[in-house]
């Protein structure tokens, strides 16, 4: 591998260290520091274990990383299977021309012929396929050098699909409007196409089904979308969109987030004591007189109880299993019945 010359020397330090770690640090194949000059010349290959990039014009690597996976990170891969081996950039890179190269094991198909294999990328918002121009199933290695222009967040290899990606996103928003949030969203082509889940969540770990609307089915132009959140919390409140199709493929949105007020922590309103529930009782402490309300996550209420100050015990033996949001009039809470 050749670098250019203006290679420093803290990356020059940082690729000894990965050398005499290479055991330890087998998960994350490299890192270049941002700040640190890595710059891929013109048709010089550059390896990362078992991923070639050969670029046909210069390919700056500042900030990345590329970490080699068993599991796929980006939810589908043109609707179809795919290998066992991803290489996960940590974010999405500057616009890449050239060849890709992704070699795999026989145990890393998943079931899919050799001679269908094709690398798929994705692009930050959907999976592409490129065409392949080598296909060796005896070194096990597939070769694409049809790319100019792209950008890359994950590659692997998929079985070749008669068709692309079932919708191709075009832009997602979530804009506060008042106390509520709106959601807007817009597709540039669908193909079977069944309908759209809007999912929220207030740590961006855990998402729960807020709502949902049929999709085009199928439409070569542009499709346009909206929902609103009447009932978002106070703090932090991530939204996607997955969209569902009619053959049970799934793709899913970019995260958003949007941020109501924090309450002031020094002016609790309401204490719960055991979340998540264990029995048939809701233990609560209230340091005012005040009306909670109890909701489902996707806004329908269940019950408004008046609270004198002090501790409080309310039955929820009808309660259905599951997640709610107990809101007062300062804040929301999450609270669990298990």
């Not at 199709?245 to 309103?269: K, T």
């Not at 008046?306 to 299993?321: A, E, R």
Request: charged share 15%; aromatic share 8%.
């Amino acid at each position: 591998m050749q670098l250019n010359n203006n290679l420093t020397l803290q990356f020059r330090l940082l690729f000894i260290s990965l050398l005499a770690l290479s055991t330890a640090l087998r998960a994350q194949e490299i890192v270049v520091s941002s700040g640190t000059t890595l710059q891929i010349s013109s048709n010089q290959k550059f390896h990362v274990s078992g991923l070639t990039l050969t670029p046909s014009a210069a390919f700056d690597m500042d900030g990345l990383s590329i970490t080699k996976k068993d599991i796929i990170t980006n939810p589908s891969t043109s609707g179809d299977t795919s290998i066992s081996r991803h290489y996960l950039f940590n974010t999405t890179s500057p616009s890449y021309s050239g060849t890709i190269e992704v070699n795999y094991l026989d145990a890393e198909l998943n079931g899919i012929s050799e001679s269908d294999l094709e690398v798929n990328y994705h692009n930050g918002t959907d999976w592409q396929q490129i065409a392949t121009a080598s296909n060796d199933a005896t070194n096990n290695y597939v070769v694409s050098n049809a790319i100019s222009g792209k950008l890359l967040q994950e590659i692997t290899l998929a079985e070749a699909s008669s068709g692309p990606l079932p919708v191709t996103w075009l832009d997602f928003t979530a804009t506060k409007q008042g106390d509520s949030v709106a959601l807007d969203w817009s597709t540039a082509q669908e193909l079977n196409t069944l309908d759209f889940i809007v999912l929220h969540s207030i740590d961006g770990q855990l998402f729960e089904h807020l709502l949902s609307q049929p999709a085009a089915g199928n439409s070569v132009s542009e499709s346009y979308y909206s929902a609103m959140h009447t009932r978002p919390v106070q703090g932090n409140n991530y939204y996607r969109i997955m969209q569902r199709d009619i053959d049970g493929a799934i793709d899913y949105s970019d995260v958003r987030l949007v941020v109501f007020g924090l309450r002031n922590p020094f002016a609790e309103d309401l204490f719960i004591l055991g979340n998540p529930i264990v029995g048939q009782t809701l233990n609560l402490k209230s340091t005012i007189n005040q009306t909670i309300h109890l909701y489902t996550m996707v806004g329908s209420l269940c019950w408004s109880k008046q609270l004198t100050m002090g501790q409080q015990n309310i039955d929820v033996t009808d309660l259905p299993k599951g997640t709610y949001l107990l809101r007062t009039s300062q804040a929301s809470y999450r609270i669990i019945k298990l």
